[in-house]
């Protein structure tokens, strides 16, 4: 049987979704301090701006960080949300409930919704948010932008073709679970979102998952010590969870979305195509 990725060995991969600025900021300083790498995935029409009492980091910001090593990644033009059915939401929200807990998915489940309506103003069509987005961060910062992450998390078919079809060699997803090369979806990547109630006992468990498994795992950020929020993460409860991604320097590797992609395509025998759209049946690994 041939092995598809992940040969090399597990990966851990940090992200950032939104990007508003003191945040984005402290999560850059949190990671450099650990000399870790992540990747921000931005707001492409939102960098720089206030929008409706939030402040989105700047793109002198965002240069910097690229030259330290993080990836720029795309979360979309606008935030602007894909039309989901009554079943694939009802299947959205049994996958949280599944890995948080109701009382704790209900809240979540309400922060997400509540988002979608602090970004006020008319959301482009799926093509524009998805191409838009691409083409002002590789004319801002001058390279190209690989990754994309789809704003509410959840995506349709159709968005996951615009993903590929514009040219990100990836998309993300919040579907909880871990990637490997069993049931690879490049347009429909698995994380671990963190959340009020992560702490490093938890974050530390799945990089040990991780490497027991030989698998790749993404974390999902938010925002960090913001109050009432509960995609907000502890950041004594990070620092901590960092110093053990550290501490297991040399058992996994800290790469962004993008270099693992290219890994796993350098295992691919030639000519190999990626499994991009696999069966209906889910997987909870």
């Not at 950032?16 to 900021?25: E, I, L, Q």
Request: glycine share 8%; aromatic share 10%; net charge neutral.
């Amino acid at each position: 049987m041939t092995r598809h990725s992940l040969d090399a060995g597990p990966v851990i991969t940090l992200t950032v979704d939104d990007c508003w600025k003191t945040h984005a900021h402290s999560f850059n300083q949190a990671f450099d301090s650990t000399s870790l790498r992540g990747v921000f995935y931005v707001i492409a029409g939102f960098v720089g701006r206030e929008v409706n009492g939030f402040e989105f980091v700047e793109w002198d910001a965002l240069r910097q960080m690229s030259k330290q090593g993080h990836e720029i990644g795309s979360h979309s033009f606008m935030h602007g949300r894909s039309m989901l059915d009554l079943r694939t939401k009802a299947v959205q929200l049994f996958r949280l409930v599944r890995s948080k807990g109701l009382a704790r998915s209900v809240r979540l489940t309400r922060a997400l919704l509540g988002l979608a309506e602090e970004y006020p103003g008319t959301h482009l069509r799926p093509e524009e948010e998805v191409a838009m987005s691409k083409g002002v961060i590789e004319k801002e910062l001058g390279r190209p932008c690989k990754s994309y992450s789809y704003p509410g998390g959840e995506p349709t078919p159709e968005l996951m073709n615009l993903a590929r079809d514009t040219g990100y060699t990836s998309a993300r997803t919040i579907r909880p679970g871990f990637n490997n090369s069993r049931h690879f979806e490049p347009y429909r990547l698995r994380c671990q979102v963190w959340d009020a109630w992560t702490t490093a006992r938890i974050a530390d468990k799945w990089v040990d998952k991780a490497i027991n498994q030989n698998l790749w795992l993404i974390e999902v950020f938010h925002a960090m010590n913001l109050r009432h929020y509960p995609y907000s993460c502890s950041e004594s409860a990070l620092k901590e969870h960092l110093s053990h991604i550290r501490s297991k320097q040399g058992e996994i590797d800290n790469l962004t979305v993008s270099e693992t992609i290219e890994q796993i395509q350098g295992n691919l025998p030639s000519g190999s195509p990626f499994k991009q759209f696999p069966e209906a049946s889910d997987q909870f690994n």
